[in-house]
């Protein structure tokens, strides 16, 4: 083997530590990778917790009619929209690709839905603000005030919701 081979796949070796991680550069420090499992798994139930809203609206929005039909299938795609952040984010984190799929709902009583809708906005609410307040990461918390502020606008939506359903 002439020496120009010999040289490019030296090269070519260099390359493939880095991409598959074994270049210790490219590697996390061990005290970003500690604090990254709870991060993560921070970021799982999130998932979870969107895939089971989306759902749920998409659900309600079977039951519905007209605008309230509209309304709430607006309100699953923005839960859509807040998985595929946290989903960005879980990866981005740990490099997982094998995230949560958004689930498909059965329809249930509008009425009854909806209240569920609007507890669990609530309590996303709390749980993506204590997130919040206890990230390290600044872009991580700035996505958890981000998603509690997009979880109020949605709870104020669901009330609207509610309120028409019951006939107020």
Same mark, same amino acid.
């Given at each position: 083997?002439?020496?120009?081979?010999?040289?490019?796949?030296?090269?070519?070796?260099?390359?493939?530590?880095?991409?598959?991680?074994?270049?210790?550069?490219?590697?996390?420090?061990?005290?970003?990778?500690?604090?990254?499992?709870?991060?993560?798994?921070?970021? &799982?139930?999130? @998932?979870?917790? $969107?895939?089971?809203?989306? %759902?749920?609206?998409? !659900? *309600? =929005? #079977?039951?519905?009619? +007209? /605008?309230?039909?509209?309304?709430?299938?607006?309100?699953?795609?923005?839960?859509?929209?807040?998985?595929?952040?946290?989903?960005?984010?879980?990866?981005?984190?740990?490099?997982?690709?094998?995230?949560?799929?958004?689930?498909?709902?059965?329809?249930?009583?509008?009425?009854?839905?909806?209240? &569920?809708?609007? @507890?669990?906005? $609530?309590?996303?609410?709390? %749980?993506?603000?204590? !997130? *919040? =307040? #206890?990230?390290?990461? +600044? /872009?991580?918390?700035?996505?958890?005030?981000?998603?509690?502020?997009?979880?109020?606008?949605?709870?104020?939506?669901?009330?609207?919701?509610?309120?028409?359903?019951?006939?107020?």
């Amino acid at each position: 083997m002439d020496e120009k081979w010999s040289a490019a796949l030296n090269g070519l070796e260099a390359v493939w530590q880095r991409v598959s991680a074994q270049d210790p550069v490219c590697m996390p420090a061990p005290a970003e990778s500690a604090r990254r499992p709870d991060t993560a798994a921070l970021l &799982r139930g999130f @998932l979870a917790d $969107e895939s089971v809203r989306s %759902a749920q609206y998409a !659900a *309600a =929005a #079977r039951s519905a009619r +007209g /605008r309230a039909a509209e309304a709430l299938r607006a309100l699953s795609q923005d839960c859509a929209g807040c998985y595929r952040m946290l989903r960005t984010e879980y990866y981005l984190l740990t490099g997982d690709r094998s995230a949560l799929r958004l689930p498909q709902s059965t329809a249930g009583e509008l009425q009854g839905s909806l209240r &569920r809708a609007y @507890l669990l906005e $609530e309590s996303a609410i709390r %749980a993506y603000g204590e !997130a *919040a =307040a #206890r990230a390290e990461n +600044g /872009r991580v918390r700035r996505m958890f005030a981000e998603l509690a502020e997009r979880c109020s606008v949605r709870r104020a939506q669901v009330r609207t919701l509610v309120q028409r359903a019951l006939g107020e």
